[in-house]
Nanobody, 114 residues
């Protein structure tokens, strides 16, 4: 059974940094692309970043140059390094895998506020 557990969200001031993580079980982690999505209050879920099984990455324009997605296949974990955070980055962040079916983990709240 696929399980994705997100953690590491927090309240941070504008300009600060966070590194949420997502631990995965129930599938061969190293074989699948992983993604981070976010959902701000009153808005739909949007793709933030993705990383293929080979390590190639892709980012939403709104986070390019500020966020970095990475993975540790030995730990079955995907990370999202978030720098230069802005209030508009406030959202619940989810990790996602698609193994023929899309799965989302429990979200982790990131709040950027002074």
């Amino acid at each position: 059974q696929v399980q994705l557990v997100g953690y590491g969200g927090d309240v941070v001031q504008p300009g600060g940094s966070l590194r949420p993580s997502c631990a995965a079980t129930g599938f061969t982690f190293s074989s699948y692309a992983m993604s981070w999505l976010r959902q701000a209050p009153g808005k739909g879920r949007e793709l933030v970043a993705s990383i293929t099984s080979g390590g190639s990455t892709n980012y939403a324009d709104s986070v390019k140059g500020r966020f970095t997605i990475s993975r540790d296949n030995a730990k079955n974990t995907v990370y999202l390094q978030m720098n230069s955070l802005k209030p508009e980055d406030t959202a619940v962040y989810y990790c996602q895998v698609e193994t023929g079916t899309k799965y989302w983990g429990q979200g982790t709240q990131v709040t950027v506020s002074s």
